[in-house]
C-alpha cells in the first residue's frame, strides 16, 4: 500500500508565507526608514535656512543698534553745543550790560549834576548824587525815563544839603532795566561830561 505523505508540503507553504511577511515588513521598514530620511533631510535643510535668516537679522538689528547710537550721540552734542552758545550768549550780555549802563548814564548826566554812587543788584539799579538844583534832578530823571533799557524811574528822596558854603541838592533815584541792548542817544537834555562817580564837591561858579 502506497502513502502519501503531505505534512511537509504544508509545513513549506507555511514557512514560505511566513517570509513572504517578512521580506514584506523589511521592505515596509526600508520605505519608512526612507521616508523618514527625506524628511529628516527636508527639515534639516529649512532649519539651516531659518537659522541663516536668523543670523542675517541679528546683523541687521546690530546695524540698527549702531545707527541709533550715532544718532543719539549726534542729538547730544548738538544739545551740548546748543547749551554752550546759550552759555557764552549769556556771558556776552551781562559782560556788555555794565558798560551799556555807564554808556546810558553817561549820555543823561546833565552839566549841573554828578553821581556820587551806583548801586546795581539784578535788574535794579540805585542811583545818589548831587545837583547844583532841582532841575538838574528832574532833567536826568527825564533823560533816564526816555531810555527803551529803563523803567520805573523814581526819585526816592531829594533834599538840600550845603557843600563849601554853596547849596546843592543830594538825590537818591532807583529804576530797573528792562534790557541789556545798547541804549539809544538820549535828546532833549545837555548829557553831561561827568562818570559815574565824579567828585563830591559842587564845582565853584
Known sequence: MIRINLAT?????KRLGVVQQLAVAAVLVVVEIGL???LWLGQGGEINRLQGEIRRANQELENLKKVVTK???QEKVEADLKERLQVIAGLRENQQGP?????????????????TSLGEKESKIELEGYSLDNLGVAKFMKNLQ???TLSGVELVSSQQEVIESRK???????????????PSVVTGSAPGKGAAKGPEKAPKS
Open 9 to 13: 508540503p504544508r509545513k513549506s507553504r
Open 36 to 38: 523618514m530620511g527625506s
Open 71 to 73: 544718532v543719539s550721540e
Open 99 to 115: 558798560i551799556n549802563l555807564m554808556d546810558l548814564l553817561s549820555r543823561s548826566l546833565p552839566e549841573t549834576l554828578w553821581l
Open 146 to 148: 526816555s531810555s527803551p
Open 168 to 182: 546843592v541838592q543830594k538825590f537818591k533815584i532807583e529804576a530797573t532795566q528792562t534790557k541789556k541792548a545798547a
